[in-house]
Structures are given as structure tokens and as C-alpha cells.
């Protein structure tokens, strides 16, 4: 920022001095003619205007190169500087843009991590359900003197269904927490 404000300044200051050496160059025009007409040839203000249709000539044809100088060396610098500026600006939004690039990524990142961590947990919810519920199962069996038990939706099971209503429990817990696992690797490499 500093930079360009001090490049600002110098530019301002580059324009005061050109339009003041077409001022100083302009006032020499004439003090010349001046000094040459009243003092050296000794003759006054004339009242013919073919005359000062001649002077007008004269400093025409002296400072409309300098004018013209001018006014191109101050266009091809403003097209310069314009160009320079958009040279900038287009630097600017490039890295603007590979920064929205970098946020979307990693605001994608997070969602699938949030994604993850959400499904790794209600798995480790329902695993520690199904386990809730194998124990109420070996806690009823330990409790009736048959060995008998209920599930939790309350079907009855005799002592030879327990074991295989156990073994499906496990089997699914045994999905879940391999399905946990695969979650976990996939939440590993988005990490990395």
C-alpha cells in the first residue's frame, strides 16, 4: 500500500512538472518575441490584425509540437500505468482465486471428516446397544432357573436359542465394526 501511494505521489508530481515546462517553455516563446519586437526593433502594439494573425502563427507553430509532445508522452505513460495496474489486478485475482480453490477443498475436507466422525459414532452407538443387549440376554439366563431369556422386544427364547440369537448379536457387531474400520481408514487419509 505504501508503495503505491508513493508511486502515486511521484506520478502527480511528474504531471506539476510537465505542465509547468510547457508554462515556463510557453512564457519564453513570448518574452522572446517581446524582447525582440519592443526592445531590440523598437516597435509597439500593433492594431492590424494580420499581424497578431502572425503572432498567433508563430506561437502555434512553436508550442502545438510542444502540446502535442506532451499530451502523447502523458497518454503512452497513462496506457503504461493502466497497463501495469492490470497486470496487477489480474495477479491479484489469480491468487484470489486459487485461495477460494484451497478453502473450498478444505471446507469439502471438513464436511467429509464431520461425515466420518458422525458415522463412526453412531456405529460405536449401536455396537454399544447390541453389546447392552447381549448381556441383558446372559443376565436373564444366569437369573431363570431354565436358562431362559427374552429379547428386548420381549420374544421368549429357550436355552438351546440363545446361544445362536448371541451369535447373530456378534455377527452384527462384527459388520459394524468392520464397516467402523473401513470409516476410520478413509477418515485417516483425508487427514493425512
Do not use: C
Not at 40 to 45: N, S
Not at 50 to 77: C, H, K, M, S
Not at 137 to 142: E, R
Not at 157 to 176: F, V
Amino acid at each position: 500500500m505504501a508503495t503505491d501511494g508513493k508511486a502515486a505521489d511521484s506520478f502527480s508530481l511528474s504531471i506539476r512538472r510537465s505542465r509547468l515546462l510547457v508554462v515556463i517553455f510557453a512564457m519564453l516563446v513570448v518574452s522572446a518575441y517581446v524582447l525582440w519586437f519592443w526592445l531590440v526593433k523598437r516597435e509597439g502594439l500593433s492594431s492590424d490584425p494580420e499581424i497578431w494573425g502572425q503572432f498567433g502563427d508563430y506561437l502555434g507553430g512553436l508550442l502545438n509540437p510542444l502540446v502535442a509532445f506532451a499530451a502523447f508522452y502523458w497518454l503512452t505513460r497513462s496506457v503504461a500505468l493502466q497497463k501495469q495496474e492490470l497486470a496487477e489486478t489480474r495477479a491479484a485475482l489469480e491468487a484470489t482465486s486459487e485461495s477460494q480453490e484451497r478453502q473450498a477443498t478444505s471446507a469439502q475436507t471438513s464436511v467429509k471428516v464431520a461425515a466420518l466422525s458422525a458415522l463412526i459414532n453412531s456405529i460405536m452407538g449401536e455396537v454399544q446397544i447390541h453389546r447392552m443387549h447381549i448381556q441383558f440376554v446372559l443376565d436373564q439366563a444366569a437369573n431363570h432357573h431354565a436358562g431362559t431369556a427374552r429379547k428386548v422386544d420381549g420374544t421368549p427364547l429357550s436355552a438351546r436359542e440363545i446361544p445362536g440369537y448371541l451369535n447373530e448379536i456378534n455377527e452384527r457387531i462384527t459388520q459394524r465394526m468392520t464397516l467402523r474400520s473401513n470409516y476410520e481408514e478413509q477418515l485417516n487419509r483425508l487427514l493425512e
